[in-house]
């Protein structure tokens, strides 16, 4: 018979799957911070300061042509599904997950675009 305080000191519950909820919890509260209403106007800011800097490399006018040329390259930003912001997520550690939900939220107080701001830090070494 189970009792209670094996529950409590979770001897019955494997620690890996500990590990991979808690993982999963963190991935989807940062989710939740990227597909918030703030960013994603944020976001729409961002790609018009780089669809403007576009058109001026071009040094063209604003057509439709023009800007399906800017949603197919790379400095448009598009909102990713759960499945692929959870593949980029994957190469971080758990532990340093904490701090980047803590920065992704700072960064949503201060009214700065934390998407930019995880994207970027994104580096392969």
Known sequence: MFNIGDFLNKDLI?????????????IKEMYAIYTHPAERILRKKENWKRYIAFLKVLKQPD????????????????EKSI?????????????DLY????VMLDCKNRGVSASAWLFSSLKVK
């Open 14 to 26: 494997p620690q890996e799957k500990l590990a991979r909820s808690e993982r999963a919890q963190i």
């Open 63 to 78: 057509s439709k042509k023009n800007q399906s040329l800017f949603k197919r390259g790379k400095s448009f930003l598009k």
């Open 83 to 95: 499945s692929s912001f959870c593949v980029f997520i994957s190469v971080i550690p758990t532990k």
């Open 99 to 102: 701090y980047i939900k803590s």
